[in-house]
């Protein structure tokens, strides 16, 4: 018995070593899990706090491109604001969160201005400095662009399916959509309005409603504060580059008063050396553009209806680089070094792809072009200067060449039954043209009525005309009738995105900016440079 209470009174001696080890090793782990703890909370703390700070370094970035808006609108054109900051707040976990901002007062040299900002966010000891390159959006950067809804002869213009628009579209409104749910979206990209739409039947209301106005409703939107065309500024600086190569000169160039083609502000007749402008034709020129190989080939005829009209051939030879002008029989009158094509940089002289007509321009059927070039008419006109487009203009390389077409008012002249292609930024209108309801700044169809586009001495042709690039209005132009009648032309919309990144030249910007890169940085370490 003795033995066996002993035997006993050991076994449970030995259970409270081992429980008493047992729980020293738990509270050993349990420390340690303990410090892993603490110490994940203080990381997730940090990250929180980091992931705090770089939203706000992004809410400064959106502050100083709504500053650098602003200013473009109207406030202060073409000045940089100053720094922003320190702006703080209280975040969700009650630390104070702050952010400041700068942005570089270079302007770069760029076709498009763009700046460097720099933005830094700071949530307690937590701080993250981002870099953005935000870029002024051209005009270009809109598959379609109109201030009014009304056509030229006064009548609502409706969106609807069947029709659509691959690209960006602005609309100063009231646009009215009238859709069928199922039916393919009229919008593929986005939609800015600045007045509420009118639906029909009514407003969308499902996903499935939405889907067949635009493929993401999110990027359907209506802004507070109206976009505006050009100014006549804009249209003038296309004017200096094409008469001295220079579209902000110092002192306003006089433009000259004889009727003729002038290259580096003089005649052609007797000129030469190395070509540092564009195109300047006084009176209005009827164009012709052929190519063969690196050669554009332009008949000019400068005021085609008056009894003594002038005609040149511009000769333009990308391989030899070179511009040669002959008369109407082919004699040689000026011979050139460089070709009229492209924009150069702010500030840098030289070929500058600007056409300026004076009296405005007819472009005749079936023109091919190569080069990078703008034609533009003065605008105000006053309804006259206008583009008349006898038929197609395109690329000869679609990859490479660019156009865009300016003027007050522009009129499609097609007298065939035929499709017609315009490649290019089509650009009617300026800021201000009109109080009240007018039909100036449009691109139309000068055979349309009302009701139908019949009636003309030679017809008004019946097929579709087909856009690549950009259309921007004042008012909407009619080309065309739908319905149980159809007559004229209907339009097929596709946009050109290497005009929302390359626009043709002189081509005016909008107020709004894009961020076009972004990147975090380290304390004292800029990218984008």
Not at 464 to 477: A, D, F, P, Q, W
Not at 496 to 501: E, F, G, H, K
């Amino acid at each position: 018995m003795t033995t066996q209470a002993r035997k006993s009174r050991n076994e449970r001696g030995m259970a409270l070593i081992a429980t008493l080890m047992m729980i020293t090793i738990f509270l050993i782990l349990m420390g340690a899990l303990m410090e892993n703890l603490a110490r994940e909370v203080n990381v997730t703390g940090m990250h929180g706090r980091s992931n705090a700070s770089l939203r706000a370094a992004y809410y400064a970035i959106e502050d100083m491109q709504y500053q650098i808006e602003f200013n473009d609108a109207g406030a202060a054109p073409g000045v940089v604001p100053g720094p922003i900051g320190p702006v703080g707040w209280t975040d969700v976990d009650g630390t104070n969160v702050q952010y400041t901002v700068s942005v570089d007062p270079q302007r770069w040299p760029s076709i498009l201005p763009f700046y460097l900002v720099h933005a830094q966010g700071t949530d307690g000891t937590s701080v993250r400095s981002v870099d953005a390159l935000i870029q002024k959006q051209p005009f270009s950067a809109y598959n379609y662009f109109t201030i009014s809804e009304q056509t030229n002869l006064g009548g609502a213009v409706v969106y609807t399916n069947g029709e659509q628009f691959n690209g960006p579209v602005y609309s100063g409104g009231p646009m009215i959509i009238d859709y069928i749910t199922t039916d393919p979206a009229i919008f593929t990209d986005q939609v800015t309005t600045a007045s509420n739409p009118i639906w029909i039947p009514a407003a969308p209301s499902t996903p499935a409603d939405w889907a067949s106005v635009i493929t993401s409703q999110a990027n359907f939107k209506q802004v507070s504060q109206p976009l505006q065309l050009p100014t006549v500024n804009d249209n003038n600086a296309v004017q200096y580059a094409a008469l001295v190569g220079n579209p902000a000169p110092a002192i306003i160039p006089t433009a000259p008063a004889a009727v003729d083609m002038y290259i580096n502000n003089a005649s052609v007749v007797g000129g030469g050396g190395p070509i540092n402008s564009g195109i300047y034709i006084r009176g209005r020129a009827l164009v012709t553009s052929s190519v063969v190989g690196s050669v554009d080939t332009f008949t000019v005829v400068i005021n085609p209806l008056s009894p003594t009209p002038v005609t040149y051939h511009l000769i333009v030879d990308f391989t030899g680089n070179t511009t040669k002008v002959t008369d109407a029989v082919g004699a040689p009158v000026a011979s050139y070094t460089g070709v009229p094509s492209g924009e150069q940089a702010p500030g840098v002289t030289g070929p500058d792809g600007a056409f300026f007509a004076s009296g405005g321009y007819e472009f005749s059927a079936n023109n091919v072009f190569k080069g990078v070039y703008t034609f533009a008419a003065p605008d105000p006109g006053g309804g006259l200067p206008t583009i008349w487009f006898d038929g197609s203009q395109t690329y000869s390389d679609p990859v490479n060449d660019e156009l865009a077409f300016w003027a007050n008012d522009m009129q499609l002249r097609d007298h065939v039954n035929g499709n017609i292609e315009i490649d290019g930024l089509l650009l009617t209108g300026y800021y201000g043209e009109c109080t009240a309801v007018c039909n100036d700044g449009t691109f139309y169809n000068p055979y349309c009525g009302v009701s139908t586009c019949a009636g003309a001495p030679l017809g008004s042709g019946v097929g579709v005309l087909t856009l690549k690039g950009s259309l921007i209005e004042n008012v909407r132009g009619k080309r065309g009738t739908l319905g149980s009648t159809i007559s004229g032309f209907s339009t097929d919309s596709i946009f050109d995105s290497r005009l929302a990144t390359k626009p043709p030249p002189f081509t005016p910007t909008t107020t709004q900016y894009n961020v076009i890169a972004i990147c975090t940085t380290d304390v004292g370490v800029t990218c984008g440079q």
